[in-house]
Antibody, heavy 118, light 111 residues
Framework: QVQLQESGPGLVKPSETLSLTCTVS????????WNWIRQSPGMGLEWIGY???????DYNPSLKSRVTISVDTSKNQFSLKLSSVTAADTAVYYC????????????WGQGTLVTVSS | NFMLTQPHSVSESPGKTVTISCTRS????????VQWYQQRPGSSPTTMIY?????PSGVPDRFSGSIDSSSNSASLTISGLKTEDEADYYC??????????FGGGTKLTVL
């Protein structure tokens, strides 16, 4: 049973870079597309981007200039960096596997709240 | 890119049937699969329907999905409503570059 777990700082200052890691257990990261999705407080879900295990990526056009997703297959982890954050980036950040390569996100991590504040 | 529009909220009584719609703003709804996720407060989303109308193992057959090309929309139907079905429901699809797109979510109240 594949499980995902997000980790990283819960508080980031405005203008700094948000960094999160997703650790995959119970299966190998060396297959599938791996995604980051966020949810602002009381709001809906927003797809951030994906990385394929080989390293190819794509991002939400609205965030593309600030987002970098990378993968470390030796650690079975993939990571998110979001630069120049503002209060609007405060959200619960989820990592999720694309189970079919056609955007079926399953499973999801439990999510981690990142607050942007000075 | 396209948008997926859902009703903000729906409500129905236990035992009844409710349908939640998800309308695609441009391009054909049939072009890319639609998934439906359930999210309870404080929890991660879980899949109720994938690839338009497929139910993962463990999801009751009270949940069904469909697409309608004439209205360019997808629907999630829940029959025999239970109070435990009360949650937020999100439709989701993707564009030709495999970039994800979520609907705004629908709050289902079972009263």
């Amino acid at each position: 049973q594949v499980q995902l777990q997000e980790s990283g700082p819960g508080l980031v200052k405005p203008s700094e870079t948000l960094s999160l890691t997703c650790t995959v257990s119970g299966g190998s990261i060396s297959s599938y597309y791996w995604n980051w999705i966020r949810q602002s407080p009381g709001m809906g879900l927003e797809w951030i981007g994906y990385i394929y295990y080989s390293g190819s990526t794509d991002y939400n056009p609205s965030l593309k200039s600030r987002v970098t997703i990378s993968v470390d297959t030796s650690k079975n982890q993939f990571s998110l960096k979001l630069s120049s954050v503002t209060a609007a980036d405060t959200a619960v950040y989820y990592c999720a596997r694309d189970r079919t390569g056609r955007n079926w996100f399953d499973p999801w991590g439990q999510g981690t709240l990142v607050t942007v504040s000075s | 890119n396209f948008m997926l529009t859902q009703p903000h909220s729906v409500s129905e009584s236990p035992g009844k049937t409710v349908t939640i719609s998800c309308t695609r703003s441009s391009g054909s709804i049939a072009s890319n699969y639609v998934q439906w996720y359930q999210q309870r407060p404080g929890s991660s989303p879980t899949t109720m329907i994938y690839e338009d109308n497929q139910r993962p193992s463990g999801v009751p057959d009270r949940f069904s999905g469909s697409i309608d090309s004439s209205s360019n929309s997808a629907s999630l139907t829940i029959s025999g409503l239970k109070t435990e079905d009360e949650a937020d429901y999100y439709c989701q699809s993707y564009d030709s570059s495999n970039r994800g797109v979520f609907g705004g979510g629908t709050k289902l109240t079972v009263l």
